[in-house]
């Protein structure tokens, strides 16, 4: 299955007439953070594809409807979940199309604006969808086939600014878990020489910026 993973910016191969003819053969999107939640709603309803996504630092003003109290609104008083067509996985696992994906969204606090959280606050994120890993791993003989995260992992494609350092609970959900992709966005591409994939243990770290097409087998779950 074929994976359309989008990040950071409108990008105008995928906001385009020629979407669904560009990306007939995707089977599922992957969305890292900091795009409108319009661009989303394009993309779902002209691929008609299911859409797993994180929020990032930026282009928040839904983010609270996707809270826990906003989940225990009456469903038709909830507009994000009529309105926008993709899955929120922000800090939750969820299964689609035969791939087992985990959701960490944010990035590294560096001031006090929404979904920022500290080391140990994401670490504390991540300890607490283990279990959730152990039941997949139980049930579906694995415990994860990609993490989605907005932040990058720390020391792979990050940066120095508080803003744009990596997390390093990441690194271990990788050498753990061992996801074939880790799927985040957060970092600018300015120029095609930068480094877009990573290798890190069993694990490919992906840059979504923009947009990329990766590949994953299916799978029975």
């Known amino acids: 299955m074929k994976i359309l993973c989008v990040s950071d910016e ?10 669904r003819e560009r990306f007939r053969d995707v089977g599922l999107v992957l969305a890292a953070g900091d795009l409108p939640m319009e661009y989303l709603s394009y993309i779902v309803t002209v691929l008609n594809r299911p859409l797993f996504f994180v929020f990032g630092n930026h282009n928040l003003a839904d983010l609270p409807l996707y809270s826990r109290k906003a989940h225990m609104m009456h469903p038709m008083e909830r507009p994000a979940d009529k309105a926008w067509g ?3 996985v922000g800090f939750s696992v969820r299964s689609e199309a035969g791939c087992i994906v985990m959701g960490l969204g944010g990035s590294p606090r560096y001031n006090t604006g929404l979904n ?3 080391q140990l606050e994401m670490w504390i994120k ?8 152990i039941l997949n791993r139980i049930v579906h003989g694995r415990y994860v086939d990609i993490i989605l995260t907005h932040a990058p992992p720390r020391g792979i494609h990050d940066r120095n600014d508080p803003c744009h350092e990596g997390f390093s609970a990441f690194l271990w959900l ?3 878990f061992k996801p074939r992709y880790l799927v985040h966005g957060h970092i600018h591409l300015y120029d095609a020489t930068e480094e877009r994939s990573t290798a890190y243990h069993s694990t490919m770290v992906v840059n979504a910026y923009g947009h990329i097409v990766i ?3 299916p799978a029975d779950v």
């Open 126 to 133: 991540a300890i607490l969808l283990v279990p959730a890993l």
């Open 10 to 19: 409108v990008d105008s191969v995928v906001y385009s007439p020629r979407l």
């Open 86 to 88: 993709g899955t929120y």
């Open 174 to 176: 990788m050498r753990a």
């Open 116 to 118: 920022q959280y500290t």
């Open 215 to 217: 590949s994953q087998e």
